[in-house]
């Protein structure tokens, strides 16, 4: 009888045991739940702050470009409105070459200008030059070739005429095995001396 009551005892006792462990499981497991959730928000929000961060970065980046291509438009712009500050006449101010898709071909942009206090139309021709050398000619220091070469041009050389400034654009076309060092373009103003002005190919190596 002793033993009887005994065992129902620890029965009861293990019970009450397996119960209190049961309750802590299901407590654990709720607290554990609990904190999955709120690390599932705390790398939601990171998320959320990293992707505005990103935002934020990439606009003030634009931004800052774009503040900076408007500081050099306004330099641009008053160097051209103050003749004073630069010399005078025609100015072969820029020329932007550009790879393009097809290999061996490239754009570029030439800039003219006129400084002067008194502007007028000004007008004359354009010859553009792309200097360098064939790679498997080594006995040629040095080859030019003429825009007429590189492109379809309908009129050559080119023309312009402007009171401010002009642009002017086309495509070319290089060899496989010519290696470009420099641009010269020539500027024949009309009742003046022609003007030459080189530039180098970008990224060409210079000696």
Same mark, same amino acid.
Do not use: H
């Given at each position: 009888?002793?033993?009887?009551?005994?065992?129902?005892?620890?029965?009861?006792? @293990?019970?009450?045991?397996?119960?209190?462990?049961?309750?802590?499981?299901?407590?654990?497991?709720?607290? /554990?739940?609990?904190? =999955?959730?709120? /690390?599932? =928000?705390?790398?939601?929000?990171?998320?959320?702050?990293?992707?505005? !961060?990103?935002?934020?970065?990439?606009? #003030?980046?634009?931004?800052?470009?774009?503040?900076?291509?408007?500081?050099?438009?306004?330099?641009?712009?008053?160097?051209?409105?103050? &003749?004073?500050? #630069?010399?005078?006449? #025609?100015?072969?101010? %820029?020329?932007?070459?550009?790879?393009?898709?097809?290999?061996?071909?490239? !754009? @570029?942009?030439?800039?003219?200008?006129?400084?002067? /206090?008194?502007?007028?139309?000004?007008?004359? =021709?354009? $010859?553009?030059?792309?200097?360098?050398? @064939?790679?498997?000619?080594?006995?040629?220091?040095?080859?030019?070739?003429?825009?007429?070469?590189? *492109?379809?041009? %309908?009129? @050559? &050389? /080119?023309?312009? $005429?402007? $009171?401010?400034?002009? =642009?002017?654009?086309?495509?070319?076309?290089?060899?496989?095995?010519?290696?470009? !060092? $420099?641009?010269?373009?020539? *500027?024949?103003?009309?009742?003046?001396?022609?003007?030459?002005? !080189?530039?180098?190919?970008?990224?060409?190596?210079?000696?």
């Amino acid at each position: 009888m002793f033993g009887y009551i005994f065992g129902t005892n620890q029965i009861i006792t @293990y019970r009450g045991t397996e119960a209190q462990l049961s309750g802590q499981l299901e407590e654990a497991t709720t607290r /554990l739940n609990e904190v =999955d959730a709120q /690390l599932i =928000d705390a790398q939601l929000n990171v998320g959320v702050l990293r992707q505005a !961060s990103n935002s934020l970065r990439e606009d #003030l980046t634009a931004e800052l470009q774009k503040s900076s291509r408007l500081a050099e438009e306004v330099t641009f712009y008053k160097g051209l409105m103050s &003749p004073n500050s #630069l010399a005078k006449g #025609l100015q072969v101010a %820029e020329l932007e070459v550009a790879r393009a898709e097809e290999a061996g071909q490239y !754009s @570029y942009q030439l800039l003219l200008t006129q400084v002067a /206090l008194r502007r007028g139309f000004i007008a004359g =021709d354009i $010859r553009i030059d792309v200097i360098g050398r @064939y790679t498997d000619d080594e006995s040629v220091d040095e080859a030019v070739l003429s825009l007429t070469e590189l *492109a379809a041009v %309908e009129v @050559y &050389p /080119l023309k312009f $005429r402007f $009171r401010y400034f002009q =642009d002017m654009t086309g495509n070319l076309m290089l060899p496989d095995n010519f290696a470009p !060092s $420099r641009i010269l373009v020539t *500027a024949d103003q009309s009742g003046k001396e022609p003007m030459q002005v !080189s530039f180098p190919w970008p990224g060409a190596e210079t000696s």
